[in-house]
Each structure stands twice: as structure tokens, then as C-alpha cells.
């Protein structure tokens, strides 16, 4: 099983940045794509950004030329460089890793317990 585990949520004013980590242990496959996804009070929770096996990224369009999905294969570890921060990406965001089908779909098959990330003044 892999354990994960995020770090750097916090409370940052509108237009500042944040960095998300996730670190993993456990039984690590390389073979997984690895995400991040977030959740807002009374929204559902919904996919920001996924890096794949090969390291290409894809974006939600809110995060695009703002979020920024990275790894560091040596320390099984996961970012989220987020700027230019909005009220509206206030959320839990939740670090995953999951597999990608055959259609392109990323499902997520392991998580993270969450950061809370509050963008205010």
C-alpha cells in the first residue's frame, strides 16, 4: 500500500503563491500517474492538475499558466506550485496517484488525507 501524506497548505492572501508537497512511502510503484485534486466547501471534489508516468501534465483550465505539477522521482515526492492565488481556490487539496486508462481517463486509487489552502485578505 502507499501512504501519502501533504504539507504546505495554509492561509495566503489574493495574489500570493503557496507550494504543496506530498510525500509517499509504503510499497511505491513507478508505474503510477499521481495528481492532485481539491475540494471546496459544498462543491465536489474535482481534479487540479495530474503528471504522468512519462511526466506529461495536464491542468484543470482555471490552474493553467497559474498551478504548476512537479516530482521528484529520488524522494518519492509530489508539488503543487500554485500563484496568482484566488478566493476561489480555497479548498482541501488532496494529493493521488492512480492509473491512467486506455481513453486518456486518470482515476485516482490512492489519497492523501488533504491540506487546507485559504486564500484571503
Given at each position: ?70 516530482r521528484d522521482n529520488t524522494r518519492n515526492t ?44
Amino acid at each position: 500500500q502507499v501512504q501519502l501524506e501533504e504539507s504546505g497548505g495554509g492561509l495566503v492572501q489574493p495574489g500570493g503563491s503557496l507550494t504543496l508537497s506530498c510525500a509517499a512511502s509504503g510499497s511505491i510503484f513507478k508505474n503510477y500517474a499521481r495528481g492532485w485534486s481539491r475540494q471546496a466547501p459544498g462543491k465536489q471534489r474535482e481534479l487540479v492538475a495530474r503528471i504522468t508516468t512519462g511526466g506529461s501534465t495536464t491542468y484543470a483550465d482555471y490552474a493553467k499558466g497559474r498551478f504548476t505539477i512537479s516530482r521528484d522521482n529520488t524522494r518519492n515526492t509530489l508539488f503543487l506550485q500554485m500563484n496568482s492565488l484566488k478566493a476561489e481556490d480555497t479548498a482541501v487539496y488532496y494529493c493521488n496517484w492512480g492509473i491512467t486508462l486506455q481513453s486518456g481517463l486518470y482515476v485516482p486509487t490512492h489519497w492523501g488525507q488533504g491540506t487546507q489552502v485559504t486564500v484571503s485578505s
